[in-house]
């Protein structure tokens, strides 16, 4: 919701770590809508763009899914090494260092393409992980100048700029990018020439997004509260674990955050692959243009729109009236990949309008996650809020 922070939305004040000597910085126009815009591409490439981009290499559906999911684990657990990075240089130094590796990475997945037979997995696999980890601690060192260069005034300001240039770079992944790779397999008629083509294009857009923040990216600042050395942030981390697992009716918090969108996690892999997958095998048979079509634009469109809405549903009544109907929101829309695949229409138009309901109870759906995650959990594993990462 437009000038609403989320720390407003869980029912409570902006809170920014204190920082020790507060640096100044370049106009956050000139880097927070750009280091955003690089984590959403990164984010979506390793998870759903890879899921499609398996599945055009070859690889059965299960196994593209698994490859994909398991690729999401380092987002999932970041947290185990963030505190580490207080140690050492600056947050700037490691997303600029993150930006440059990932680029390198997704040279190398292009050059791995083009192995030929199978022998391209093992490579390719190696390095779109690799690039999960690096992208997972650019993720972490983006936060980090975020919510310790502005003021908590400033991070409610541009926490609008910094969502949606998220989801623009999810957008540009899931969208442009999907879709020129079928352009390229027609014209190629080479679906591992194609993904070469597309991996190199993003590896020197994430190069050039580092150059450009060599240059913008201010340094970050040092929380007062910042370990001293490995073995402060290792007990830090270990404190605040242990006081996790100590709070109240703990495992029933994490199994409802858990099952909340545990329906919409299996149909985040399966889906897409349903959709490419041939009509022989009782598929859809999209092309890459298509799938691009649909969700780089509708889907990507309808989600930032379920998100705002959801955003005004909470505002209004508050997450504790409105959390049933957010999860129905998320859960209930999933029926509709049922009715495609005992349909299986041809109209591409009709497929659009249902995947786009779906990722808009989707959007809706996922601000109450959020805000749950935020209230119930986050302030049980620290003290410090930071501002987090927008949704996929």
């Given at each position: 919701?437009?000038?609403?922070?989320?720390?407003?939305?869980?029912?409570?004040?902006p809170?920014t770590?204190a920082?020790?000597?507060p640096?100044?910085?370049?106009?956050?126009?000139?880097?927070?809508?750009?280091?955003?815009?690089?984590?959403?591409?990164?984010?979506?490439?390793?998870?759903?763009?890879?899921?499609?981009?398996?599945?055009?290499?070859?690889?059965?559906?299960?196994?593209?899914?698994?490859?994909?999911?398991l690729?999401?684990?380092?987002?999932t657990?970041k947290?185990?090494?963030?505190?580490a990075?207080?140690?050492y240089k600056t947050?700037?130094?490691f997303?600029?260092?993150?930006?440059?590796a990932?680029a390198?990475?997704l040279?190398?997945?292009?050059?791995?393409?083009?192995?030929?037979?199978?022998?391209w997995v093992?490579?390719a696999?190696?390095?779109?992980?690799?690039?999960?980890?690096?992208?997972?601690t650019?993720?972490?060192?983006?936060d980090?100048?975020y919510v310790?260069?502005?003021?908590?005034?400033?991070?409610?300001?541009?926490?609008?700029?910094?969502?949606?240039?998220?989801?623009?770079?999810?957008?540009?992944?899931?969208g442009?990018?999907?879709?020129?790779?079928g352009v390229?397999?027609?014209?190629t008629?080479?679906y591992?020439?194609a993904?070469?083509?597309?991996?190199?294009?993003?590896?020197?857009?994430?190069?050039?997004?580092?150059?450009?923040h060599?240059?913008?990216?201010?340094?970050g600042?040092?929380?007062?509260?910042?370990?001293?050395t490995?073995?402060d942030?290792?007990?830090?981390?270990?404190d605040a674990?242990?006081?996790f697992?100590?709070?109240?009716?703990?495992?029933?918090?994490?199994?409802?955050?858990f099952f909340y969108?545990f329906?919409y996690?299996?149909?985040?892999?399966?889906?897409?692959?349903?959709?490419?997958?041939?009509?022989?095998?009782?598929?859809?048979?999209l092309?890459?243009?298509?799938?691009?079509?649909?969700y780089?634009t509708?889907g990507?469109?309808?989600?930032i729109?379920?998100?705002l809405?959801?955003?005004w549903?909470?505002s209004?009544?508050?997450l504790?009236k409105?959390?049933?109907l957010?999860c129905?929101?998320?859960?209930v829309p999933?029926?509709?990949f049922l009715?495609l695949?005992?349909?299986?229409?041809?109209?591409?138009y009709?497929?659009?309008v249902?995947?786009?309901?779906?990722?808009?109870g989707w959007?809706?759906?996922a601000?109450?996650?959020?805000?749950y995650?935020?209230?119930?959990?986050?302030p049980?594993?620290?003290?410090?809020?930071?501002?987090?990462?927008?949704?996929?």
């Open positions: 919701m437009p000038g609403t922070t989320i720390e407003a939305l869980a029912d409570g004040p809170v770590p920082v020790v000597n640096v100044s910085y370049k106009n956050p126009f000139l880097w927070v809508p750009s280091s955003y815009l690089a984590m959403g591409l990164v984010y979506v490439t390793v998870g759903s763009v890879a899921n499609i981009m398996f599945k055009n290499m070859g690889m059965p559906n299960d196994q593209a899914a698994f490859w994909s999911s690729l999401g684990f380092p987002y657990f947290f185990l090494w963030a505190p990075l207080e140690l947050k700037k130094f997303v600029i260092l993150m930006q440059f990932i390198a990475a040279v190398g997945v292009a050059l791995a393409l083009k192995l030929g037979g199978a022998n093992g490579p696999l190696t390095l779109i992980a690799i690039t999960a980890v690096l992208g997972a650019q993720d972490i060192g983006t980090g100048v310790t260069t502005l003021t908590p005034k400033d991070q409610a300001k541009y926490l609008g700029f910094q969502s949606m240039c998220w989801n623009g770079g999810a957008l540009l992944a899931k442009p990018f999907v879709s020129v790779s390229l397999k027609e014209s008629h080479s591992a020439t993904w070469t083509i597309i991996m190199f294009a993003m590896g020197a857009l994430v190069f050039l997004a580092a150059l450009y060599s240059r913008m990216l201010p340094a600042g040092k929380s007062v509260d910042a370990p001293k490995f073995g942030a290792m007990r830090g981390f270990g674990f242990a006081t697992f100590q709070k109240k009716d703990v495992l029933r918090l994490v199994a409802f955050a969108r329906g996690g299996l149909l985040d892999k399966m889906g897409p692959l349903f959709l490419i997958d041939s009509r022989a095998n009782h598929g859809l048979g092309s890459n243009q298509e799938i691009g079509f649909i780089g509708f990507s469109g309808a989600f729109v379920g998100s809405v959801g955003g549903i909470v209004r009544a508050g504790r409105t959390l049933l957010l129905l929101c998320i859960n999933n029926v509709t009715f695949s005992q349909a299986l229409p041809t109209n591409t009709l497929i659009t249902i995947v786009t309901i779906e990722q808009l959007g809706i759906g601000v109450g996650h959020m805000i995650m935020m209230q119930q959990i986050a049980a594993l620290t003290r410090r809020r930071t501002t987090p990462s927008p949704p996929p």
